[in-house]
């Protein structure tokens, strides 16, 4: 199944395919993060600076970070993040804008997300996806989020050394 985004940013968009429609709405202030289905809310993230982040889904509550473990070395290049659904492990990689769901027992590919800049970025979904396809949504839309955070935080810190340097050039 292919379903395709309307948006690109990871916090607001709606992803649309043949027979549903996902809407990820995100507060104005990005401390909350609503992940609906044909209407229907599937899951809630709720965002903290100082404690951990919250994921409300089938009236269950989870720590994000437990939920959605980070996985491989600290000097690894490439995102991942784990999780378990349905009795099995799942696997989101990132690598050259492409993301990849993989099944780590086997080590199929069950969806790929080619990101794109501007518009129109697409989610391939294998039929044997199918079942657990809420939480593809959710986990792609967190480690997403994820992935965005990390970005602003890393130009922010970025800025910030670079404006302490020149303050330090200038005295």
Known sequence: ME????????????????????????????????????GTQVAEVEYHAWKNDLLRMGGQEWRVSDFLMKTGSWWSCHMKRTFSANGAQYTWKYSSSVWTLERDSDRQILASMHQRTLKDSKLQVSDEALPIMDIVIVTLTLVRIIQTRQQQAGAAAAASSSSSSAAAAAS
Request: hydrophobic residues 25%; positive net charge; proline residues 3%.
């Open 3 to 38: 379903l395709t985004f309307t948006r690109n940013g990871s916090e607001n968009t709606e992803i649309v395919g043949p027979k549903v429609s996902y809407g990820v709405v995100s507060s104005k202030m990005g401390r909350h993060t609503c992940i609906s289905r044909n």
